[in-house]
């Protein structure tokens, strides 16, 4: 089946600093997005992208829809406590979402 | 506007018995979801409803696990008889219409635990 490699597993960073995370596919995807969740709940959307090179920020969060469709990648920009928690991305087949294993954000203040 | 509300929020269980969850959507979402969320890993989808009926439960274990949205509301999953394995979050999830149209959005789970 599908799978999503996402990268790093973990990263324990100094508030203020920016983080960059990234997920590659082997497969193409027509749609990329990126969610958070937070302990005890469900995840819940960040970004969607939907054109392949497409460049899309949300507040400090900027994602970017590799142009090969196999690839996307987060970066959020002066990171702040409440940024802690696991970040996944996500590529959308027709109906169905395959997500990747997410990335822990660890924010020391 | 209400969200994706799940019950129960924990259960424990001992292998061989059987649970249920339940999974109210967000008021006329017409597509319902249950993933499947193992400690470590991303969701991964069981099925997928559309009103009550069934667009795709590929990765459903059907030896075990069972959906219904008999009037296209309300959704429960069964797990009969549960595996060590079974251990994960039951995810419910609900989009106004089919996700490649528009967002979903998840409840907040229920965190089966099998002992």
């Known amino acids: 089946g599908q799978q999503l490699n996402q990268s790093p597993q973990s990263m324990f960073i100094q508030e203020g600093e920016d983080v960059s995370m990234n997920c590659t596919s082997s497969?193409?995807?027509?749609?990329w997005l990126w969610y958070k969740q937070d302990p005890g709940e469900g995840p819940v959307l960040l970004i969607a992208?939907?054109?392949?090179?497409e460049l899309t920020s949300n507040g400090r969060l900027t994602a970017q829809f590799g142009i090969t469709r196999k690839d996307s990648f987060l970066n959020i920009s002066a990171s702040i406590p409440s940024d802690v928690g696991i970040y996944f991305c996500?590529?959308?087949?027709?109906?169905?979402?395959?997500f990747g294993a997410g990335t822990i954000l660890r924010v020391k203040s | 506007e209400a969200g994706v509300a799940q019950s129960p929020r924990y259960k424990i269980i001992e292998k061989r018995q059987s649970v249920a969850f339940w999974c109210n959507p967000i008021?006329?979402?017409?597509?319902l979801y249950w993933y499947q969320q193992i400690l470590g890993q991303g969701p991964k989808l069981l099925i997928q409803?559309?009103?009550?009926?069934?667009?795709?439960d590929s990765q459903l274990p059907k030896d075990r696990f069972s959906a219904e949205r008999l009037k296209g509301v309300d959704s429960t999953l069964k797990i009969q008889p549960a595996k060590l394995e079974d251990s994960a979050v039951y995810l419910c999830?609900?989009?106004?219409?089919?996700?490649?149209?528009?967002?979903?959005?998840f409840g907040q789970g229920t965190r089966l635990t099998v002992v």
């Open positions: 497969s193409i995807f027509n749609t």
């Open positions: 996500a590529g959308q087949d027709g109906n169905k979402l395959v």
């Open positions: 409803f559309q009103n009550n009926g069934v667009v795709d």
């Open positions: 999830a609900s989009s106004l219409l089919p996700l490649s149209l528009s967002e979903a959005f």
């Open positions: 008021s006329g979402h017409a597509t």
């Open positions: 992208l939907y054109k392949a090179g």
